[in-house]
C-alpha cells in the first residue's frame, strides 16, 4: 500500500518562501510521476506541478518562475521549492503519486500567505 505524507506548510509573509515535502512509504517516485495539486477554499483541487519518472517538469502559469518540483530518490521524497509567495497561493497542498493509472494522495499540508 502506498502511503504519502507532506510536511513543510505553514504561515509566511507574501514575497517569503516554503519548501514542502512529500515522503512515500516505498520506492514509487523514481519510476512514476508525481505531482502537487492545491485546493483553495471554495475551490476545485488544481494541478501545481508534475514531474514524470524521467524528469520532466510541468507547472500550471501562476506558478512558473517561482515553485520548483523536485524528488530525491534514494531518500523516496518530493519537493515543492515555493518562492515569491502571494496571498492567491494559499490553499492545502497535497502530494500525489500515479501508479499503474491509479492516483495516490497525502493528507495535505495548509499553506497560508499573508498580505
Known amino acids: 500500500q502506498v502511503q504519502l505524507v507532506e510536511s513543510g506548510g505553514g504561515l509566511v509573509q507574501a514575497g517569503g518562501s516554503l519548501r514542502l515535502s512529500c515522503s512515500a512509504s516505498?520506492?514509487?517516485?523514481?519510476?512514476?510521476?508525481m505531482g502537487w495539486y492545491r485546493q483553495a477554499p471554495g475551490k476545485q483541487r488544481e494541478l501545481v506541478a508534475l514531474?514524470?519518472?524521467?524528469?520532466?517538469?510541468t507547472y500550471a502559469d501562476s506558478v512558473k518562475g517561482r515553485f520548483t518540483i523536485s524528488r530525491d530518490d534514494a531518500k523516496n521524497t518530493g519537493y515543492l521549492q515555493m518562492n515569491s509567495l502571494k496571498p492567491e497561493d494559499t490553499a492545502v497542498y497535497y502530494c500525489?503519486?500515479?501508479?499503474?493509472?491509479?492516483?495516490?494522495w497525502g493528507q495535505g499540508t495548509q499553506v497560508t500567505v499573508s498580505s
Open positions: 516505498n520506492r514509487i517516485f523514481s519510476s512514476n510521476t
Open positions: 500525489a503519486g500515479l501508479i499503474r493509472l491509479t492516483w495516490y
Open positions: 514531474i514524470s519518472s524521467g524528469g520532466t517538469t
